[in-house]
């Protein structure tokens, strides 16, 4: 579980540097979630798995069901999801670091080991994750260095579980606190 101290001291940092913003940034919590797709392997043409790692995953409009998430422009793995049409969005659950690490990777068969099941569609259900966001691309904005994605749900399914937490660099969990 990822603990927290709380300090009376502020520190002030500067936007236009990007370690400052980052280290800033990192204060936040936010989960990891699992995009992933059917896609042609580039080298070979036959269907393998295809995905990557996010940290922006939210929700963005009720009617239409709408998320919307954000994907590094030198991202490899964002256009080969993408060219999938439909994606699965799996919410990766505490425990689940080595599938985090193994689907942030650069290169290689990022499935390789990892448990999941065809969505539907085809797309990879990350086994084990406490939800599961199917979509289907609808459109891109400009967002700097990234690409803000927004996307289409086409169904959704829960699973038991707490979340996996990304706070401060480092993967844990979450537990909400006791009741009075």
Do not use: N
Not at 77 to 92: E, M, N, Y
Not at 94 to 120: I, M, N, T, Y
Not at 121 to 127: K, M, S, T
Not at 156 to 180: F, I, K, W
């Amino acid at each position: 579980m990822i603990t927290t101290t709380t300090t009376t001291a502020a520190t002030e940092y500067r936007a236009d540097d990007q370690l400052d913003f980052r280290h800033v940034m990192s204060h936040l919590p936010t989960g990891a979630v699992a995009v992933a797709g059917v896609a042609a392997d580039p080298e070979t043409g036959a269907a393998r798995a295809a995905g990557l790692i996010v940290g922006t995953f939210q929700s963005l409009s009720l009617a239409p069901p709408l998320v919307t998430f954000s994907v590094a422009r030198t991202s490899g793995s964002w256009p080969l999801v993408r060219g999938c049409g439909t994606f699965t969005a799996s919410v990766l659950a505490e425990g689940q670091d080595a599938v985090c690490g193994a689907l942030s990777r650069k290169a290689g068969d990022k499935f390789a080991g990892v448990d999941w099941h065809p969505s539907p569609e085809g797309a990879p259900r990350v086994g084990g994750a406490v939800a599961w966001i199917d979509c289907v691309w609808e459109r891109e904005l400009d967002g700097g260095d990234h690409v803000i994605v927004i996307a289409r749900v086409l169904r959704m399914r829960t699973g038991p579980g707490e979340p996996l937490v990304v706070h401060r660099g480092r993967l844990g969990g979450y537990r909400a606190p006791a009741a009075a």
